[in-house]
């Protein structure tokens, strides 16, 4: 199996596994936040564990769905009006390295602060006594799959930006 395969067929795997857990965790969510509605409206259960199960499946399904989108890149934009009216190729492909270089700034920070974060977390949750690191790891977990993805970006757009006309 050649390299370029091997990657892709990753590339898949990784979209539909973390495709696949946002899904999940938002039919846990839905599941969880109905029983504590019917749960208030019939007083015969209590949901005490409810706040820290939320909000780990919470931020788990946006981090990792942020991940899922920033890889497909689904993520919403205020459009390609820039990118239209650049005539020359080669800034074109500069523009996007550099739009590509700011994103992988922002997430580079937002790994370094929430693997910090992560890291310093020694509290538990009340109930399930569950190390509130295990709420917070999906930050960092996510931050560096966008990171790898958008440095395999800027690596494209710098190959890119010096080949040959032609190839572009």
């Not at 909000?55 to 990792?64: G, N, Q, T």
């Not at 709420?135 to 993805?149: E, T």
């Amino acid at each position: 199996m050649k390299t370029q395969e091997l990657l892709n067929k990753t590339d898949k795997a990784i979209v539909i596994i973390l495709k696949y857990l946002t899904i999940t965790l938002f039919i846990l969510l839905t599941i969880i936040l109905t029983a504590n509605i019917i749960g208030r409206l019939l007083p015969f259960f209590s949901l005490q564990w409810l706040d820290e199960i939320v909000e780990l499946l919470f931020a788990a399904m946006v981090f990792y769905g942020a991940a899922a989108v920033w890889i497909s890149k689904g993520h919403f934009s205020a459009g390609n009006w820039i990118e239209k009216r650049i005539k020359n190729a080669r800034l074109t492909v500069l523009y996007k390295l550099m739009i590509e270089a700011c994103a992988f700034a922002f997430i580079a920070i937002f790994f370094k602060y929430s693997l910090d974060l992560t890291m310093r977390a020694g509290d538990v949750t009340s109930v399930f006594q569950i190390p509130k690191k295990v709420l917070y790891s999906c930050m960092p977990a996510s931050a560096a799959i966008m990171c790898v993805y958008s440095l395999f970006r800027i690596g494209a757009f710098v190959v890119q930006l010096f080949s040959p006309a032609e190839k572009r």
